[in-house]
T-cell receptor, first 111, second 119 residues
Framework: QKEVEQDPGPLSVPEGAIVSLNCTYS??????FMWYRQYSRKGPELLMY????GNKEDGRFTAQVDKSSKYISLFIRDSQPSDSATYLC???????????FGTGTRLQVFP | NAGVMQNPRHLVRRRGQEARLRCSPM?????VYWYRQLPEEGLKFMVY????????ESGMPKERFSAEFPKEGPSILRIQQVVRGDSAAYFC?????????????????FGSGTQLSVL
């Protein structure tokens, strides 16, 4: 079993839709959770960072962490075609520099 | 302020040759990470370096792979005697501070990667 599970998609939604992206994990030591966006042939770009459980909002993006269920989510409101990319969740335990990434979910937002 | 620069963008090697991948971190960053991305897989940690020091190489294959980050110049990921299974995208990331604990590991800036193809 992988430490981090993420549905690869692709997920195809119309412009303006609310998108929900999710990851589950098995290592209860993970405390830091991130979402990265990766456009084709580019490096990942950090979108959201959260520590432990709770919600964090930044513009159209909301990240949620539920440590009791080992489940994290990224919500994108009013999705735009420019949001079309692969979204990677990543996490790490305290006192380590190593990020563990999900496989990524491909999102396509059509006009 | 240029971002993380990786070169070459594409590298083609025949089996048995050596591959050298270069990474220049962002200005002011002294921490460099290498990750490998295989098709349909997430990024896998390989190594974390500071200037002239390897901090964590737990993700590096035991043979043929090595990394360095000299006092002057870019970080180098070196793969000797490449095999087809080494074909992947190799990403370098840099950060301004040390990582772990409550440090700003999340402020990783990635380069655009080097796509290595082994024929």
């Amino acid at each position: 079993q992988k430490e981090v599970e993420q549905d690869p998609g692709p997920l195809s939604v119309p412009e303006g839709a609310i998108v929900s992206l999710n990851c589950t994990y098995s290592n209860s030591a993970f405390q830091y959770f991130m979402w990265y966006r990766q456009y084709s042939r580019k490096g990942p770009e950090l979108l959201m960072y959260t520590y432990s459980s709770g919600n964090k909002e930044d513009g159209r993006f909301t990240a949620q962490v539920d440590k009791s269920s080992k489940y994290i989510s990224l919500f994108i409101r009013d999705s735009q075609p420019s949001d079309s990319a692969t979204y990677l969740c990543a996490m790490r335990a305290y006192n380590t520099d190593k990020l563990i990434f999900g496989t990524g979910t491909r999102l396509q937002v059509f006009p | 302020n240029a971002g993380v620069m990786q070169n070459p963008r594409h590298l083609v090697r025949r089996r048995g040759q050596e591959a050298r991948l270069r990474c220049s971190p962002m200005k002011g960053h002294s921490h460099v990470y290498w990750y490998r991305q295989l098709p349909e897989e997430g990024l896998k940690f390989m190594v974390y370096l500071q200037k002239e020091n390897i901090i964590d190489e737990s993700g590096m294959p035991k043979e043929r792979f090595s990394a360095e980050f000299p006092k002057e110049g870019p970080s180098i990921l070196r793969i000797q005697q490449v095999v087809r299974g080494d074909s992947a995208a190799y990403f370098c990331a840099s950060s301004p501070t040390m990582t772990g604990g409550e440090a700003t590991n999340e402020k990783l800036f990635f380069g655009s990667g080097t796509q290595l193809s082994v024929l």
